[in-house]
């Protein structure tokens, strides 16, 4: 006997069940607004591509503004350029100097 001061998730109340025996109905409609999204490049893909202009070492935020500057759309934090960054690293992507 479940003792929860919860209803179940499966509460005839809450109409997530049909008929006895049937699948749960969906009550909601399926997020598509992200299918619906252009698909954008990923962060990674954007610094590797400014990466290989220069053969040198560049600093974080120099990426980043470099990023803003050719990809008006994305504005990623300092610290996201920072986290792909060792990202890449650590996958040997890139190495670091």
Do not use: C, Y
């Not at 990466?51 to 759309?73: I, Q, T, W, Y």
């Not at 300092?78 to 060792?86: D, S």
Request: aromatic share 2%; no cysteine; glycine share 6%.
């Amino acid at each position: 006997m479940n003792r929860s001061r919860w209803p179940s998730r499966h509460n005839k109340r809450l109409g997530t069940r049909g008929p006895a025996g049937s699948p749960p109905t969906r009550t909601r409609p399926p997020k598509s607004a992200a299918k619906d999204k252009s698909q954008q490049p990923l962060l990674s893909d954007l610094l590797l591509d400014l990466l290989r202009v220069r053969d040198e070492p560049r600093f974080a935020k120099d990426l980043r503004d470099e990023l803003l500057a050719k990809h008006s759309g994305r504005a990623p934090t300092p610290q996201v350029v920072r986290n792909t960054l060792e990202s890449l690293v650590a996958k040997g992507r890139i190495r670091r100097r």
